[in-house]
């Protein structure tokens, strides 16, 4: 019942811009916190960027701010990353997750997407 679809994910050149989108489906975003997150090929999942449930509060990793930039638009169940300036280690599956947790990073979550591909090369 509890579903997150990513999209808007591809192929883009160093220094492009893409634009993530999480739709959430069979729940209301409003109570849930949402984050973003990587995971390249042989490494680890990375913590991206957070956003509290009213948008309010808002966190990105030290290898993303400046770029990154983290919204939601609770009216229509999305929540995006907007991706600036993208360099070839920004290469990774994109995941987004839902936590009931509203003001809580670290939090756990409820509901995770299925990925989308990001790829950035020349």
């Known amino acids: 019942q509890l579903q997150l679809v990513e999209s808007g994910g591809g192929l883009v050149q160093p220094g492009g811009s893409l634009r993530l989108s999480c739709v959430a489906s069979?729940?209301?975003?409003?109570?849930?916190?949402i984050g973003w997150f990587r995971q390249a090929p042989g490494k680890e999942r990375e913590g991206v960027s957070w956003?509290?449930?009213?948008?309010?509060?808002?966190y990105y990793a030290d290898s993303v701010k400046g770029r990154f930039t983290i919204s939601r638009d609770n009216a229509k169940n999305t929540v995006y990353l907007q991706m600036n300036s993208l360099k070839p280690e920004d290469t990774a599956v994109y995941y987004c997750?839902?936590?009931?947790?509203?003001?809580?990073?670290?939090?756990?979550?409820?509901?995770w997407g299925q990925g989308t591909q990001v790829t950035v090369s020349s």
């Open positions: 069979g729940f209301t975003l409003d109570y849930y916190a």
């Open positions: 956003i509290s449930c009213s948008g309010g509060s808002t």
């Open positions: 997750a839902a936590s009931r947790l509203c003001t809580v990073i670290g939090g756990g979550y409820d509901a």
